[in-house]
């Protein structure tokens, strides 16, 4: 069995310039943590595999394509490959998500 903590991820670089921690990476798929103090977004970007938010903690908005919605603790959100996409923190407290890639992804993000 192989347990990951979180906080013991080590913070990953990335052109967002937020805190994201790589929770599992395997051949198949691939977990994500983000977590977005106050004020901090995602710049707007498009990823070749398909992808889940699931919101661990606090309010924010995600954006998809033309929609935007804000969502909070529990929700999930499906967000296609090849669609922009963003995640934004207007609020005044932490938004923690859980962001999923199944398949693995294997080509480059694009930014916008």
Do not use: C, W
């Not at 932490?94 to 480059?108: D, G, H, N, S």
């Amino acid at each position: 069995m192989k347990v990951t903590e979180m906080k013991s991820s080590p913070e990953k670089p990335n052109p967002h310039n937020v805190s994201v921690r790589m929770l599992y990476n395997t051949e198949h798929a691939q977990a994500v943590h983000i977590e977005l103090k106050p004020g901090e977004a995602l710049k707007k970007h498009m990823t070749p595999t398909d992808v889940f938010f699931y919101i661990l903690e606090g309010k924010g908005i995600v954006e998809i394509g033309d929609e935007q919605q804000e969502v909070s603790r529990d929700m999930l959100i499906e967000s296609p490959a090849k669609i922009p996409h963003r995640l934004m923190n207007p609020g005044d407290e932490i938004f923690r998500v859980l962001v999923v890639k199944a398949p693995r992804q294997t080509e480059a993000t694009r930014m916008l």
